[in-house]
């Protein structure tokens, strides 16, 4: 072979070795996604995989035509700010706000042309994230599962256990934004069957563990425990501390009646992480936020631990346990 048909043969194979290259330098990135939360990755792994599971039903599996930032601020609030800051500064496709209040309204807050998808306890028109449920406007939509307005629901199963007049605390954590409205709920509701109620706040575990020192010195009955991401975060520590001072509570979600609580009444937790996945899904696909209606809720569910009730004394009456969703004995 000639030294000018082999030049031309090795440019040849040259080119076409950059063929393959060149073809994905022309390929879209990947779209990535912000996955923004108070509380901590600690004991929410099945959160995550239920959040992943709505994108997957979308069409996007994360590390295939998706990728996944998680960011985890672990109950510390001042940390929020900074890391919203960063997702915007990566310029995402999309924040999802799973689970937390404080986190879509810092969101909000620093853009109006990310999209953002929340899920809150509380009712969202009333925290200023959206104007609307069914039209959101903005570049901000999600699912509200209104577990804080449940607050009442809790105060009247926990009475059915006690004596009548028996007073109750209750547990909140002072800088989660809901908190207020959830505590003005439950102080209504219980004013209106002539019930008394006592606030008590945390927003650390040294401050949980103090709490439960004054329910001590209380002789406090029972306890009810407003939504957070923390408490939920520190379930076995407040189950354990419960059942320490033999403190019968109720809860906001199956999560803590798995882990030995009294009692829970809320929404289905996976399957609120699972909405806000399909929802980011749909946002990737073209669909915009305010296109896409605030998703409440159907059904809520209450689930019994008959074991912890033995073990505090506890006789459940069969018109609460008919009542109830799933009984662990």
Known sequence: MSSTRRREFIALLGGAAAWP?????????????GFLHDGSS????????????????????????VLVEYHWAEAQYDRLPVMVAELVQRQVAVIATPGSAAAPLLAKAATKTIPIVFSVGTDPVKLGLVSSLNRPEGNV?????FTQELGPKRLGLLRELMPPGADVVVLANPKSPPTEYAVQDMQAAASAVGQ??????????????????????RRAPALMIVPDPLFTSRRVQLVTLAARHAIPAIYTSREFAEVGGLMSYGTNLPDVYRQVGSYVGRILKGAKPHDLPVVRPTKYELVINLATAKALGLD????LLAQADEVIE
Do not use: C, D, W
């Open 316 to 319: 459940v009456p069969p018109t």
């Open 196 to 217: 008394q109620l006592s606030v008590l706040h945390a927003s650390s575990n040294q401050e949980i563990n103090a709490a439960f020192v004054a329910m001590v010195q």
């Open 21 to 33: 290259l060149a073809t994905r330098a022309q390929q879209p990135a990947m779209p990535e996604v």
């Open 42 to 65: 600690e004991g929410r792994a099945h959160l995550a995989a239920a959040f992943r599971q709505g994108l997957t039903e979308a069409g996007y599996i994360e590390g295939r035509n």
């Open 141 to 145: 939509t999600g699912i509200s599962y």
